[in-house]
């Protein structure tokens, strides 16, 4: 079965640089939710779209931004990165109204900021 | 959100019986309990959930104490493959879309 699909799988930037991480989610679903997690720490929500629009904000910081495309792939902008940006961040997908609902979490993107 | 208390960590022996503890004193009447778990260096994994009544599936089982305050979940026979953290999370019935929080669940190591 197709599972979540996340690209790049490992990235390494600079300080003040920028970075794009993309989601393809399972097809039909319809929901995207984004996670960071840090070094030895547990994920942390940052933010979700539904049908393409933002349905829920976490932790996000104002740097980074993301947005749900048409065809439903959704992409996390990072701006500006901190070396405390270095995570992984973990893209999940669902289907809203799925009686057995379950957030099917891609494998990650390890982002390292030197 | 409703919390949940996990123990930082347990050990079992490979091909034993384990049962993870969660407290959720603070559950209200619409809320599932969840369970994942994440492998090392991996996404996290759906493993059960359930609302009143005990669960089981291929992966585990899922016992809810009766005032749901609390509830365990069960491997039947832990293998080195189940070692992992194990999140115990709470979701409003019907918020289909909503975010899971993660506490800092439970780190299961598994002994040959």
Redesign the interface.
Known sequence: AAG?IQSPRHLIKEKRETATLKCYPIPRHD?V?W?QQGPGQ????LI?F?EKMQ??K?SIPDRFSAQQFSDYHSELNMSSLELGDSALY?C?S?????A?????????TRLTVT | DAKTTQPNSMESNEEEPVHLPCNHSTISGTDYIHWYRQLPSQGPEYVIHGLTSNVNNRMASLAIAEDRKSSTLILHRATLRDAAVYYCILRVRDNYGQNFVFGPGTRLSVLP
């Open positions: 979540v929901t939710y996670y547990d994920p942390q929500f979700s539904y349905s829920d976490g973990f999940a669902s289907l809203v109204g799925l057995d609902y379950e957030q099917y979490f891609g494998p990650g």
